[in-house]
């Protein structure tokens, strides 16, 4: 499926380097989601937008920082990143943040922090 | 938020009728229940989503007592290819969770 694309794939950074993950969805929906997914642990809600507004921080270390240009893209910047910051960082999207919409999720970044 | 509870794992036969239920006591008036699975390093799949009673797509049925306390995600006929973990949510898209899922193994 291509609805919602994530780049890259996978990612090794170090401790000092800044990088951004980046969003695309391509379903014509109004609502992104950042999620972060360690080892053996269920998904954990980072981020949402809606309309290119934030709707949602879950307490997210300022050390990641989203951004969503326009309701296609979302961007997660990042810098000074812990390993424990390692994981699979998903995106997703749905037509609104309301009741009744399921979310489709890009395919994940393979992030490894050294 | 409503809180889920699964069953942490299950196994089952290729062939055979797979029933995972998930509680949410707590559930709001307004909440849907949607159901996704995932795969290794991949992200969730949207399964089925319904409100009450019966909702039944080309790959599953999701049955929901009048209490709405619970709901029951039913595969059947499984095959190999099923095996991966299974996510019960319970709100809206902005607002639900995902709890530690069930992970079902299908052996041949």
């Known amino acids: 499926e291509t609805g919602v694309t994530q780049t890259p794939r996978h990612l090794v950074m170090g401790m000092t380097n800044k990088k951004s993950l980046k969003c695309e969805q391509h379903?014509?929906?109004?609502?992104m989601y950042w999620y972060k997914q360690s080892a053996k642990k269920p998904l954990e809600l980072m981020f949402v937008?809606?309309?290119?507004?934030?709707?949602e921080n879950n307490s997210v270390p300022s050390r990641f920082s989203p951004e969503c240009p326009n309701s296609s893209h979302l961007f997660l910047h990042l810098h000074t990143l812990q390993p424990e910051d390692s994981a699979l960082y998903l995106c997703?999207?749905?037509?609104?943040?309301?009741?009744?919409?399921?979310?489709?999720f890009g395919p994940g970044t393979r992030l490894t922090v050294t | 938020l409503a809180k889920t509870t699964q069953p942490i794992s299950m196994d089952s036969y290729e062939g055979q009728e797979v029933n995972i239920t998930c509680s949410h006591n707590?559930?709001?008036?307004?909440?849907?229940i949607t159901w996704y699975q995932q795969f290794p390093s991949q992200g969730p799949r949207f399964i089925i989503q319904?409100?009450?009673t019966k909702v039944t797509n080309e790959v599953a049925s999701l049955f929901i007592p009048a209490d709405r306390k619970s709901s029951t995600l039913s595969l059947p006929r499984v095959s190999l290819s099923d095996t991966a973990v299974y996510y019960c949510?319970?709100?809206?898209?902005?607002?639900?969770?995902f709890g530690d899922g069930t992970t079902l193994t299908v052996k041949p």
């Open positions: 997703a999207s749905s037509p609104s943040t309301g009741q009744g919409y399921e979310q489709y």
């Open positions: 379903l014509g929906h109004n609502a």
């Open positions: 937008y809606s309309l290119e507004e934030r709707v």
């Open positions: 707590n559930i709001a008036t307004n909440d849907y």
């Open positions: 319904g409100y009450k």
């Open positions: 949510l319970v709100g809206n898209a902005g607002k639900s969770t």
